[in-house]
């Protein structure tokens, strides 16, 4: 299993900036793939943006140009920077891990975060 913790989230101002960490810890191979997903109240759950350990991104439309994923796989800690933050933006933002685990490795499971608080406002 892995667990994830995420941190860095609180209160920005439209056209500020926050970035957020998720580090993974527990009984795996390797981390295949991790990312970052936000939901509001009422509102669907929805990818931001994903990472494989390889260092391929993925983004989410609404967030191109603005956020950027990045990785540390030595730490197994993942990163979004979110820059030009938009009151559209305020969700709770959950980590996400694919991982690979077994001996031989040959389990792939996920796993989630409880999230952090974003919020945008003035």
């Known amino acids: 299993q892995v667990q994830l913790v995420e941190s860095g989230g609180g209160l920005g101002q439209p056209g500020g900036s926050l970035r957020l960490s998720c580090a993974a810890s527990g009984n795996f191979f390797s981390i295949l793939r991790m990312g970052w997903y936000r939901q509001a109240p009422g509102m669907q759950r929805e990818l931001v943006a994903t990472i494989t350990s390889g260092g391929s991104t993925n983004y989410a439309d609404s967030v191109k140009g603005r956020f950027t994923i990045s990785r540390d796989n030595a730490k197994n800690t993942v990163y979004l920077q979110m820059n030009s933050l938009k009151p559209e933006d305020t969700a709770r933002y959950l980590c996400?891990?694919?991982?690979?685990?077994?001996?031989?490795?040959?389990?792939?499971?996920?796993?989630w975060g409880q999230g952090t608080q974003v919020t945008v406002s003035p």
């Open positions: 996400n891990t694919l991982y690979l685990r077994g001996d031989p490795p040959h389990i792939s499971l996920t796993s």
